[in-house]
């Protein structure tokens, strides 16, 4: 099992309605992704100075299977949005 992690910091001018046309967008992936095996995501609760804004947290059967995800079309369309909207973002993978 591959974990994938990504976290987020917002850009100052990002819109609140891109960020829910974002938020559906995520919510949607599983049902068109089926390498997806979990995926969390929500907004950072903390909001201490080390925090990131948003983050999300996903699951694959292996690397193969994330790599698919990551070059799916409907993950591509999202990957849109998430350009506009954030202008520090971090990832790791790991295996569990």
Known sequence: MIKHVVLFKFKSDSSEARFC???NRLKALPGLIPEIKSY???LDVMRTARSYDFALVSAFEDIESLNRYQT???HVEVIGIVNELFDQIVAADFTC
């Open 72 to 74: 799916h079309p409907a």
């Open 21 to 23: 046309e974002l938020e």
């Open 40 to 42: 969390e995501f929500g």
